[in-house]
């Protein structure tokens, strides 16, 4: 099945959505493992759209797939129109599309500012250092990173543990560091693998509001891994189930609650088994 634009109008609806991401019959094997095996959904502009569904549904695989770390076997992304199936991560970054992972990857031996400013858009690279520890050096460009990255910072509630080395902060932090890692990128479309995985309810309530935040803020496309659904139903529009690779079913978290599908292949099981892969 290939979605087609004409498909892509929404039903019931007369104008036509416009998509930051859509994707389209994207499969993937491993080995005989079919991960993904014929996803097809999209993500209108300037929502937050959840991805749930059971462990090993192929979710994470989908967010690999669509940011480029993997190559699908067939199917295509195209990110505002444009197709990007197979191109290198950088480059899908370049044009505005950042994720974040499930396990985060802070760099550990850096401080929690530098972490920030390597993850600028057009990251300064090898000027690091002469941001960082000769700043009369620096250019006006990069005195204005490191104020941003401090913004960033004071946001997000690190602003203290900024030159903290990013090693010692504690599980939920490092999910805020992530989050604010992909915010100096200033994505316009935003994949986030699980954020709430690991963080305390407080924090999870708090990473649930800057996400509403930025996105209300800069028009950020949000979509949301997760399998905490009661900040998914909080927060998102629209969700799309994922099962055995394939979509199962998109509506609002009401809608699907009452689809006997859905709860068959995921809302039906013990709370327990879905929380804390
Ligand atoms: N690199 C890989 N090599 C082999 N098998 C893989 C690989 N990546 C994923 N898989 C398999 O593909 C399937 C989908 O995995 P995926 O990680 O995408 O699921 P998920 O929906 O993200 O699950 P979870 O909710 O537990 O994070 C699983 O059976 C997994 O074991
Ligand atoms: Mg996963």
Do not use: W
Request: overall charge negative; aromatic content about 4%; proline content about 4%.
């Amino acid at each position: 099945m290939t979605v087609t634009d004409t498909e892509l109008v929404r039903q019931g609806s007369d104008r036509t959505t416009e998509y930051a991401l859509q994707v389209s019959d994207l499969r993937k094997s491993f080995g005989g493992v079919a991960a993904v095996n014929g996803a097809t959904f999209g993500i209108e502009k300037g929502t937050i759209t959840g991805l749930i569904g059971p462990n090993g549904a192929g979710k994470s695989t989908v967010v690999n797939l669509i940011s480029g770390s993997i190559t699908p076997d067939s199917g295509s992304v195209k990110l505002n129109g444009e197709d990007i199936t197979g191109l290198e991560p950088h480059e899908i970054g370049r044009k505005g599309l950042i994720r974040t992972f499930q396990i985060s990857r802070e760099y550990p031996e850096m401080t929690v500012l530098e972490n920030l400013i390597v993850s600028a858009k057009d990251n300064p690279g090898e000027k690091l250092f002469n941001v960082m520890f000769r700043p009369k050096l620096g250019k006006r460009r990069d005195a204005e990173l490191v104020q941003k990255a401090l913004e960033t910072l004071l946001t997000f509630g690190l602003y203290p543990l900024r030159n903290e080395y990013a090693a010692n902060l504690s599980g939920g932090q490092k999910r805020l560091l992530e989050l604010s890692r992909a915010v100096m990128a200033e994505p316009t479309v935003l994949l986030l693998d699980e954020p709430m995985a690991g963080v305390n309810p407080a924090l999870i309530e708090k990473l649930g509001e800057h996400i509403v935040e930025l996105n209300q803020k800069f028009g950020t496309t949000f979509v949301l891994v997760e399998h905490n659904l009661e900040i998914v139903e909080k927060i998102c529009s629209e969700v799309v189930v994922v099962a055995l690779g394939a979509t199962l079913a998109v509506g609002t978290m009401a809608e699907l609650r009452k689809n006997k599908a859905v709860v068959d292949a995921y809302l039906g099981g013990d709370v327990h088994e879905r929380v804390g892969s």
